[in-house]
C-alpha cells in the first residue's frame, strides 16, 4: 500500500483529471427496451433486447495455483474470474436449484464465488418473489437462506470451483442477538462461513418493507460480533446508501462513523454506495469521496456489483474514463461481482449478461487493476485463499 503522502498526490492528481473529464453533466441512458421473448426477470433486472449469447468462457482452476501461463487480454475474456457477490437465494420464491447455479458459474467462467443468501428476506406466507411488488409486507432478516446454502454445499460439494459461504442473517438494526445466531450457524455448520454480508445499513429501496436506516446507537452495539469478525478475519460487506437525488450524501457520515468505529474490520462498500436513489452523482464528486475515504481508512474496499452503476456510470464514455483512472489508482482495494439474485426464472443467458455488464469497465483498466480484480488477487488477499492470480502476458 502507498504511503499516506504518496496517496495525497496520487488524488490530486486523480482529482485534476476527474474534473476535467467530468465538467459535462452525465445524463444517464434510457432505459433499454425488453425483448418480446425474454425471459421475464423480477423488477431490480432490465434485459436489454439482445442479451448474452448462448456461449461459454472455460477457466481452469489449476491455473490459479500458482505458476500457470499467462492471461492474454487480447485473446481471453475480460469478465471477472471472482464474483464476490452473488445471492443464490431470492428474497421470496424458488431459487435456481443449487448444481445448476453452480454450472452457470462454471460456465460463464467464475471460479470464485461468494455463496449470499439475501439481505431481507420475504416471509414464507407471502406469494412475492420479489419486495418492491409487495410494498408494505416486511423483508425482515433471516438465517433460513444461509442455512439452505450451507446444506446445499455440503449435499452438492462442487468440484472445480470454490465458493465461500457468507452470513447474511445479521439485522444491524437490533444487533444484540447476532453474536447468538453466530453461535447457532458455529454448532450447526462449524468453520463454513468465512464472510458476512450482504447486510444492510441503510437501502432505502426497501423503507417501504419495513426496513429503518441504523443509527450510530446501532453501531456503536455491533462491538460484540465485530469482535468475532476481527478474530476469525472475516470482511463485513455492507450495502450501506450513500444518498438520493435530492441529497447525494446524505448518509455520508453514517458511513464515515462506521469506518472511525471499526478501523481494524475489513470493510467492503457494496456498489461503491450507489444505487437506484442515486443514479446522478457527478462522478467527480464521488470519486472524490471516494479517494479520500481509501486513504484514511486501509481496510475498506469497495465493490463495483450491480448493473445500475454500469447503466448509469460506466456506459458513459466521459463518466467511464474517469472511473477507469479510479480503479488504476486503487487497483488494491476493490472487489467485482454481479449482484445476481438467482430466482427461479432467470436462465444461464441472464447471469452471463449481468456478468459481462459489470465486467465491462475492466476492459479498459491497465494490466496491474485487471490482475488485481477481475482475476481475483485482491479477493484471494482478502480471504486469505491460497490462489494466484496469473501475470498478464506482455
Not at 178 to 188: K, N, T
Not at 299 to 307: A, P, V
Amino acid at each position: 500500500m502507498p504511503s499516506f503522502g504518496t496517496g495525497l498526490l496520487r488524488f490530486s492528481l486523480l482529482a485534476t483529471f476527474v474534473l476535467a473529464a467530468c465538467s459535462e453533466p452525465v445524463v444517464p441512458p434510457a432505459a433499454p427496451p425488453v425483448a418480446a421473448n425474454a425471459p421475464v426477470p423480477p423488477a431490480d433486472i432490465a434485459v436489454e433486447e439482445e442479451i448474452a449469447p448462448d456461449v461459454s468462457y472455460p477457466r481452469d482452476l489449476a491455473r490459479f495455483q500458482g505458476g500457470g501461463a499467462c492471461y492474454n487480454r487480447a485473446s481471453e475474456p475480460f469478465t471477472a474470474v471472482v464474483d464476490s457477490h452473488n445471492h443464490f437465494r431470492p428474497f421470496g420464491g424458488a431459487p435456481i436449484p443449487f448444481p445448476e447455479m453452480v454450472e452457470h458459474l462454471k460456465r460463464s467462467g467464475v471460479l470464485f464465488a461468494n455463496l449470499y443468501g439475501i439481505g431481507q428476506s420475504l416471509p414464507t406466507s407471502s406469494t412475492c418473489e420479489y419486495y418492491l411488488d409487495c410494498v408494505g409486507t416486511p423483508a425482515l432478516p433471516s438465517v433460513k437462506n444461509d442455512f439452505a446454502n450451507a446444506q446445499d454445499l455440503l449435499d452438492y460439494d462442487p468440484q472445480g470451483i470454490v465458493l465461500t459461504l457468507s452470513m447474511t442473517f445479521p439485522d444491524l438494526q437490533n444487533p444484540e442477538g447476532i453474536l447468538d445466531q453466530i453461535a447457532l450457524v458455529d454448532r450447526e455448520f462449524p468453520n463454513m462461513f468465512r464472510w458476512m454480508g450482504e447486510v444492510n445499513v441503510v437501502k432505502q429501496a426497501l423503507f417501504g418493507n419495513a426496513h429503518e436506516a441504523a443509527t450510530e446507537d446501532d453501531i456503536r452495539n455491533w462491538a460484540p460480533f465485530m469482535a468475532v469478525l476481527r478474530e476469525r478475519g472475516i470482511p463485513l460487506a455492507l450495502h450501506m446508501d450513500l444518498g438520493n437525488v435530492a441529497n447525494h450524501t446524505e448518509f455520508l457520515p453514517l458511513m464515515e462513523f462506521i469506518l472511525n468505529a471499526y478501523p481494524d474490520n475489513d470493510i467492503v462498500w457494496m456498489h461503491m454506495g450507489l444505487s437506484n436513489e442515486l443514479k446522478v452523482i457527478d462522478p467527480a464528486e464521488h470519486i472524490a469521496l471516494l479517494s479520500r475515504l481509501l486513504e484514511a481508512h486501509p481496510k475498506l474496499f469497495l465493490d463495483i456489483s450491480w448493473r445500475v452503476i454500469y447503466d448509469n456510470y460506466f456506459v458513459d464514455p466521459v463518466s467511464r474514463a474517469a472511473y477507469v483512472a479510479f480503479l488504476n489508482a486503487y487497483p488494491t482495494r476493490i472487489l467485482p461481482g454481479t449482484d445476481f439474485v438467482a430466482l427461479h426464472t432467470k436462465t444461464y443467458d441472464i447471469y452471463l449478461h449481468e456478468l459481462r455488464l459489470t465486467s465491462d469497465i475492466l476492459k479498459d483498466v491497465d494490466d496491474r487493476a485487471f490482475r488485481d480484480i477481475a482475476l481475483g488477487q485482491n479477493y484471494f488477499d482478502l480471504l486469505g485463499l491460497d490462489y494466484v492470480a496469473p501475470e498478464i502476458c506482455q
